[in-house]
């Protein structure tokens, strides 16, 4: 059972292409896992849900985000744990693409974000990635954005409260009740 690993913990499991050493890894707030990577083809909800996760590692105090990773959930404790590695093939994670997203997606931007591809020695032409973020040291926490009006920001901290910005917009309450 591997609970309890650091981000460079895990970074060596992955080179060393030993992924089934991290079945039972727990999510936490500084360790995400997704059966298959981000589809940033079918559109903008797959592009706010890669920003939203790094933003959210980002504003905590950073970790990885493990692609080619199924989880499920435990019933007693609602945790949800790493149950299988899924590799899968190289061409359907762009990098390129994840950090265009995120560099359009996030403000402020994250620039202390690594995402790699470990090939799986086992399954020929298959592997897992990983998007490693550091915390942003900033009393300014990062947001995302909605690219496609300037005036609308998503907190990742308050992901259903959007927020205006510029004098005639107002604020609102975050957190609060309305």
Avoid at 63 to 85: H, M, V, W
Wanted: hydrophobic residues 35%; contains cysteine; aromatic residues 6%.
């Amino acid at each position: 059972m591997a609970q309890g690993l650091t981000v460079e913990e895990i970074l060596e499991i992955l080179k060393s292409s030993k992924f089934d050493a991290l079945i039972g890894s727990i999510e936490s707030a500084n360790l995400e896992a997704k059966g298959i990577p981000y589809q940033l083809s079918a559109g903008d909800p797959q592009k706010h849900e890669l920003a939203k996760d790094v933003a959210a590692l980002a504003n905590a105090n950073g970790g990885i985000i493990l692609l080619g990773f199924r989880t499920a959930k435990n019933p007693n404790t609602a945790e949800e744990s790493i149950d299988a590695c899924r590799p899968f093939e190289r061409t359907l994670i762009d990098i390129d693409q994840y950090r265009n997203v995120l560099q359009a997606w996030i403000y402020p931007p994250v620039h202390s974000v690594q995402i790699d591809y470990y090939p799986d020695t086992v399954a020929s032409g298959k592997g897992v990635a990983a998007i490693v973020v550091l915390p942003t040291f900033s009393e300014r926490k990062t947001l995302c954005c909605d690219p496609k009006c300037s005036t609308r920001w998503q907190s990742s901290r308050y992901p259903d409260r959007l927020l205006r910005t510029g004098s005639s917009h107002n604020t609102g309450n975050i957190g609060g009740n309305d």
